[in-house]
């Protein structure tokens, strides 16, 4: 079918840009939402993009975030062109114009603000574009030490630094959206923000950030950890971490932090997330959110629970064995009962025993890993949802599907399997070498419901007929299986052992 070239060309704010028709969707790429955060805008809060002359060339991705090349489920290709100039997005739309505005999907990748980027090919959403009559857009957004770690205590009159840079990305292309995508074809006044993993942490964070108010209006959070925002204290002590690793005083931490090499950098933060941090803080997750008192003026959980909270739908939840995956291929959760016991032990003691009494079986390692994934994901999902179902319509799931292949390589519904089924993208990849041994059929036809969930929210406000809303009597939770059902109030003895920790607050 012949594509009229000038629906291609679309004016921003800043320029013209041309896509590219690629997958049966129209899309543009690697557009500047802000200006390149480097020499003097290293840790500083994002600034508006430059604007070009003529037309601008959109039909590639823009570098990604610096970040480690190291295998990870999230991390960028080894040949892919990766540059601290990394602050774009993408856009696509359905090949055809339509006569109204649609609706628009923002997407804010995992990978534990560490890695990751917007053009991971399962990220490019065209199924949901060609499939469901949206807009979607993508985005990079500082990782690592240069978009989630606090170096304030370093600052100097000359050299200024900012906290919360990656959330601050974030908002800054929301705010790119409001004013230009209804050139695209997108509706300003129908955007629906959701992400995975850290990207879902982002979403359920940024719903407390008073700057994000109006600037999307459904949320929908995958695998979410919303407590993983942590004090101004403790990011001190993780930045007196890094700096110790990269051999700098404190009394040189401005000139270094500004001038150092992106790559050391990296490496230098790999090290504190992998091994320092987790050995002194089991659970913890030190490149993340700061409650700086300004920006993110106080803990999110806190927020939900004072009514504070953007009050827009929200859809959050969970995989049913979110510890299994850390279990086997990293040590960023507490999985083992020697960094459970010192995760209390630093944290509440008191409640070592009544949490452990809620898992029969304990130290086992079936139990480790789910009070793992209890700890970071499902539990604080609770709290946000009992606290935004007093103000905003809410709704919980848990995902409990696996394919032969998962459950026999001991894995079952974890974390991260979820996000090729929210794509469509089942037939390629991950998702395909995990239906090897069968559960095609099954994948597919949960990937329109759940993937459906989605649209629906982003149409209708709403995530779809027979699913009741979440409240703090009957917690209504829908579970995505084989055949979907709906329970109340799952895992009830675990919700009120957990009741009262805070962890690392």
């Not at 979410?224 to 004090?231: G, K, L, R, T, W």
């Not at 859809?315 to 995760?343: C, D, H, Q, Y």
Request: net charge neutral; hydrophobic share 40%; glycine share 10%.
């Amino acid at each position: 079918m012949a594509i009229d070239v000038a629906s291609l060309v679309v004016e921003t704010g800043n320029g013209l840009v041309q896509g590219i028709v690629d997958h049966g969707v129209r899309t543009w790429r690697g557009i500047p939402y802000a200006a390149p955060p480097v020499g003097r805008l290293r840790l500083r809060a994002p600034q508006p993009p430059p604007s070009w002359n003529g037309i601008r060339d959109a039909g590639r991705f823009g570098p990604v975030p610096p970040q480690s090349k190291a295998p990870s489920l999230t991390g960028t290709r080894r040949r892919v062109a990766m540059d601290e100039d990394c602050l774009s997005l993408n856009v696509s739309a359905p090949l055809d114009p339509a006569d109204g505005l649609l609706p628009v999907l923002v997407y804010l990748y995992g990978g534990a603000f560490s890695s990751g980027s917007s053009a991971e090919p399962t990220y490019r959403g065209t199924k949901l574009v060609r499939d469901g009559g949206v807009l979607y857009v993508s985005l990079n957004y500082r990782i690592g030490a240069l978009g989630f770690m606090d170096f304030r205590a370093y600052s100097t009159p000359e050299r200024p630094f900012d906290a919360n840079m990656g959330l601050r990305d974030q908002l800054a292309a929301l705010e790119w959206v409001q004013q230009n995508i209804e050139a695209f074809g997108g509706d300003p006044d129908n955007v629906t923000l959701f992400g995975e993993s850290a990207g879902g942490l982002a979403v359920t964070t940024l719903m407390c950030v008073p700057a994000a108010r109006g600037l999307f209006h459904q949320a929908y959070a995958q695998s979410a950890a919303p407590s993983a925002a942590y004090s101004s204290d403790l990011h001190a002590a993780w930045a007196a971490d890094l700096l110790e690793i990269l051999g700098v005083e404190p009394s040189a931490a401005a000139e270094a932090l500004t001038s150092i090499d992106a790559a050391k950098l990296v490496n230098a933060t790999r090290k504190l997330t992998t091994k320092i941090g987790p050995a002194k803080q089991p659970g913890s997750l030190s490149v993340s959110p700061v409650i700086d008192g300004d920006f993110l003026p106080r803990h999110p959980i806190d927020s939900f629970f004072a009514g504070e909270s953007t009050p827009v739908p929200l859809v959050l939840g969970t995989m049913a064995r979110e510890g299994a995956l850390f279990a086997k291929v990293s040590n960023i959760l507490p999985s083992t009962p020697e960094l459970i016991e010192k995760m209390f032990a630093g944290t509440d003691p008191l409640a070592r025993d009544r949490v452990v009494a809620a898992y029969p079986g304990y130290p086992s390692r079936r139990r480790s890993e789910e009070i793992s994934g209890d700890l970071v994901f499902w539990y604080p999902s609770q709290m946000v949802a009992e606290g935004h179902s007093r103000i905003a319509p809410t709704w919980s799931y848990r995902y409990d599907y696996a394919t032969p292949a998962m459950n026999l390589l001991g894995f079952g519904a974890t974390h991260s399997f979820d996000v090729p089924v929210m794509f469509g993208d089942i037939g390629t990849g991950t998702a395909r070498a995990l239906t090897l041994l069968g559960g095609t059929e099954e994948l597919k036809a949960l990937s329109e419901r759940f993937q459906g969930s989605l649209l629906s929210l982003a149409r209708h406000s709403h995530p779809g007929a027979g699913w009741p809303a979440y409240d703090e009597f009957h917690r209504h939770t829908r579970v995505f299986d084989k055949h979907d059902r709906i329970e109340s109030d799952p895992f009830p003895e675990r919700r009120r052992a957990w009741s009262g920790y805070r962890g690392y607050i």
